[in-house]
């Protein structure tokens, strides 16, 4: 046991932008000492930053401040099972450890209330593939267990969880703390090395942390060369940080858009795990003050793309593929996956088929459709990942390609060198008719004898005329 002369706060510390904010809110708002407690993980960035961080607190708090670091982790090998399902147990352990040597019964974890409840951003992000660190759920039940072990209640207090990143950099700038920002390190890929950079810049972390950086209006004290790729501006060469990208838009502008009901009734099977253990008089007003979260995080990131187009965007220069601001202007992240999917399909087949047949044509349809079967399969791990909730795995069926479920059809034309247009016209109304309304039917058309004159019209007026329908035409 260690001797305790004044009001001590066991604080779980990360060297990120919440748990540095909630030491300095102690720090500022009570005459308590605080511990500090954070782990190592062989991650030598990490570590340098905790204790930077922890040296200032000291400095402009003397002799209420101690960080304790504790080293956990593999050193020969990697661990052959990435997922993050002992992370809650295994840190809050150490810290109700500290607790109990410093006879506390309580200890503190701040972190945002959107992070802690991390409601999906996209199908698949469900179970072992979705954190729950800090979730209401994952906290209660410590709670229980701490209780067991110290037989006497133990409290794990989250003063976080009813705010966003906002919120939590709001409160550093009106400490006037705002010079800690940059120090501070919010990567999930801080493992790895990226020179002179701190942050990769495209994990949902880095993501989060500069929309609520622009969002709060502090992107003056956060250094831009912080970031080893700057999505704002940059293009985005990695499909993952693409899709991060895309998905962290769609969530937050489908929060900043939906009412009361709307998400009560879409996040149900959720909020089942969190309501009881949020603070509020009834169930109704508990799913208010989430949704009050999420709607205002929402809001949050639409500011923040203002400003960051107020500030970067050049109108006289065309926005980098890929980048933020192109995803931006073309709304990336309002269209369905299905329809992200078939632009992407249509985008694959006008950039690879011209390349394909420059030499030599198709010798008929069937050979047409052997070599598309081939470029379809070869890009198909791409597929996979970018979309995760429409199973891709591209098989001959009724149409030329389909996906398993039918949802998106692939049909492919070759028109010969003395084909009529009516007769290619003819057969893709005949395949519109034929295939149910639930389906999206992209028809791939390679037209080398140019028998469409104004490709632009002849597409437009079938995806005009039905909605199911893209098409693309390639020579």
Not at 192 to 217: K, L, M, N, W
Not at 221 to 234: A, E, L, V, W
């Amino acid at each position: 046991m260690i001797t305790v002369d004044k009001p001590t706060r066991i604080v779980l510390f990360s060297g990120g932008l919440d748990s540095l904010a909630g030491a300095l809110s102690i720090l500022h708002q009570t005459a308590s000492d605080v511990c500090l407690v954070s782990h190592r993980s062989g991650q030598p960035e990490t570590s340098k930053t905790q204790r930077g961080l922890a040296e200032a607190l000291k400095t402009k708090f003397p002799d209420r401040v101690r960080h304790y670091s504790f080293e956990s982790g593999l050193k020969t090998e990697h661990s052959k099972d990435e997922n993050q399902r002992s992370r809650a147990f295994l840190f809050c352990s150490i810290a109700f450890a500290l607790s109990h040597a410093y006879q506390q019964n309580e200890l503190y974890i701040f972190e945002n209330g959107v992070t802690s409840i991390n409601l999906p951003r996209r199908e698949d992000m469900i179970n072992a593939r979705s954190s729950r660190t800090t979730h209401p759920k994952t906290i209660k039940l410590l709670e229980q267990l701490f209780s067991l072990v110290n037989e006497k209640d133990f409290k794990i207090q989250t003063p976080y969880l009813l705010k966003t990143k906002k919120d939590v950099l709001s409160e550093l700038f009106q400490q006037k703390e705002t010079n800690l920002i940059t120090s501070s390190v919010s990567c999930s890929k801080a493992f790895q090395h990226f020179e002179s950079a701190t942050h990769c810049g495209i994990c949902y972390q880095c993501v989060d942390r500069r929309f609520a950086i622009y969002s709060a209006d502090v992107a003056d004290y956060d250094n831009r060369g912080s970031y080893s790729t700057d999505f704002i501006t940059d293009s985005l060469k990695e499909p993952e940080a693409r899709i991060v990208l895309i998905d962290y838009l769609r969530q937050a502008i489908h929060f900043a858009l939906l009412s009361l009901d709307s998400f009560a009734n879409e996040y149900t099977r959720e909020l089942v795990d969190i309501v009881d253990f949020v603070e509020g008089a009834t169930e109704s007003e508990k799913i208010e003050s989430l949704w009050k979260l999420c709607k205002r995080h929402g809001g949050n990131v639409l500011a923040a793309i203002k400003l960051m187009r107020a500030k970067h965007d050049d109108p006289s220069q065309p926005p980098q593929e890929d980048s933020l601001f192109k995803l931006v202007d073309e709304r990336e992240y309002l269209k369905s996956d299905l329809d992200r999917l078939t632009n992407n399909l249509k985008l694959l087949f006008v950039r690879s088929i011209p390349i394909m047949f420059r030499k030599n044509l198709p010798v008929d349809e069937n050979d047409f459709n052997d070599k598309v079967d081939g470029l379809l399969n070869a890009e198909k791990d791409q597929f996979v990942r970018e979309y995760p909730g429409i199973p891709f795995s591209l098989t001959k069926a009724v149409p030329d390609h389909s996906l398993p479920d039918y949802r998106l059809l692939i049909e492919s034309k070759f028109p010969r060198q003395n084909s009529r247009l009516s007769q290619i016209t003819d057969e893709m109304a005949a395949d519109l008719v034929k295939y149910p309304k639930s389906s999206k039917i992209l028809f791939l058309v390679f037209d080398p004898h140019r028998t469409i004159h104004n490709d632009e019209k002849f597409s437009s007026d079938f995806e005009a005329n039905d909605t199911r329908c893209t098409v693309a035409v390639v020579r």
